[in-house]
């Protein structure tokens, strides 16, 4: 009985090093598939114009005066410009998540123009709601006109929600369409 304990001895402590062995490699796989998934969030189309090249497009404020883009932005800051639609159940989504973004970063470390597209019969009441509803700051958005959201993401596509993300030189960094965390979280690591 002895010599048969000690026959099994080795070959369960085999049998746990290739568990362990695979567990590592099946972890090792899965980060380099994140790291995949993450480098290819951001859209592959061309990236946005400069903001120096866009930050004379007319906005409309909440309180309905239009002024050029630039008020917007203050130089020397990182810029995150985000179109959205009230009625839009991916920008829903994305909502909290930029809001969470603005509260991190504050109005020091980024500028945030949250640009509403295509609620046009929606008063600035209901607007307001669909902010507060998510955590946004009813000052923190301007409505765009739909016919420029091409000037602005240098695209035809006029997908949203649509997030572009410019560094502190105006410099587009990425783009992404559509609703995706991965890429949010990404933009944000990018302000970092």
Do not use: H
Request: hydrophobic share 40%; charged share 25%; proline share 9%.
């Amino acid at each position: 009985m002895i010599t048969f304990r000690s026959d099994l001895r080795p070959k369960r402590r085999w049998r746990r090093v290739g568990w362990i062995a695979a567990t590592i490699f099946v972890v090792l796989i899965g980060l380099v598939g994140l790291r995949v998934l993450a480098m290819r969030s951001f859209d592959r189309g061309p990236l946005p114009p400069k903001l120096s090249e866009i930050e004379g497009l007319p906005v409309s404020l909440p309180d309905g005066k239009r002024v050029p883009l630039r008020q917007l932005i203050r130089p020397g800051l990182p810029t995150l410009v985000s179109f959205w639609a009230s009625w839009c159940p991916p920008c829903q989504m994305e909502a909290p998540k930029i809001a969470a973004l603005r509260t991190k970063m504050g109005p020091d470390r980024l500028n945030l123009v949250y640009l509403n597209v295509r609620d046009p019969s929606s008063s600035r009441q209901d607007l307001n709601d669909f902010l507060d509803s998510y955590g946004m700051r009813a000052d923190s958005y301007a409505v765009l006109d739909d016919g420029l959201i091409g000037k602005m993401t240098n695209s035809g596509n006029k997908s949203i929600p649509r997030t572009m993300l410019f560094d502190s030189a105006g410099r587009p960094v990425g783009t992404i369409t559509g609703y995706n965390p991965i890429a949010l979280d990404r933009m944000e690591g990018l302000i970092d």
